[in-house]
């Protein structure tokens, strides 16, 4: 717990406040509060900051307002994210039937992707999390289950018909990290059959995927007209199965006939 104890020091000494000043002005939120609990002593401050005491509540808000800072983002140097909360209580099964309060205006929350590098090209395939220049917070009112750490944002290429029509050209897709095995078996139909989103020096491809000698095949989906994809094994990175998609059904939006 050393790390959060020395993060809030290099917080206190950006505003040169010394631990007199910072025991004075929790004095104050304490008499505000009428509660001595808010109040943080030096010899407090010093275990806090020195020895990884975890400070109460109470302590931990007092020197969030004095540092100006967050008081859930410092939650989360000590372990403690608000945003798992309503996933965590996901997991938890309750028999009776009960409301859930984790609305938009808890701290239950999501990162999006809010503006790319603007020199990226749209029309090809993109590994989305290498080009988002800017993330934003999208309040949730319940997560699924799915660990989100493990779980990365790819777009489809305006070009890229390889899936089509299982996958539109311009889909936004979600790909698990943890699936990153190619499987010979266990679907019953191109529908369940998994797909995985492959890197290579010359690009990134989505398709259905078999291994044969240490050769990776690539296929396309038969519809697409596209020819398979063939790479040395030691050639690629498979960076993980699709485990999700957003699309527009644009029906006017047909790939166009060969000459």
Known sequence: MGEPGLRLKQARERLNLTYRDVAEASLQIANRHNNDEFQIALSRLSDIENKGTVPSIYRLYSLCTIYRMELPEVLEWYGVSLAGQPADAASITLNKTHPIHFGSGSHGELLVPLSLDPGVDLRKTTFLSH?????GKLPLSLLSGN???NLRYAFVGADDWSMHPLIHPESLILIDETQRKIASSGWT???DR????IEHRTGYFIGWCSV????LIISPHPSSRNQPQVFSIDAVDIVGQVAGVAMRLDQS????HPL
């Open 131 to 135: 080009v988002i220049q800017r993330w």
């Open 147 to 149: 660990e989100v750490k």
């Open 189 to 191: 139909s191109e529908f």
């Open 194 to 197: 998994p797909i995985y989103f």
């Open 212 to 215: 044969v000698e240490r050769q």
């Open 253 to 256: 939006k047909r790939r166009p």
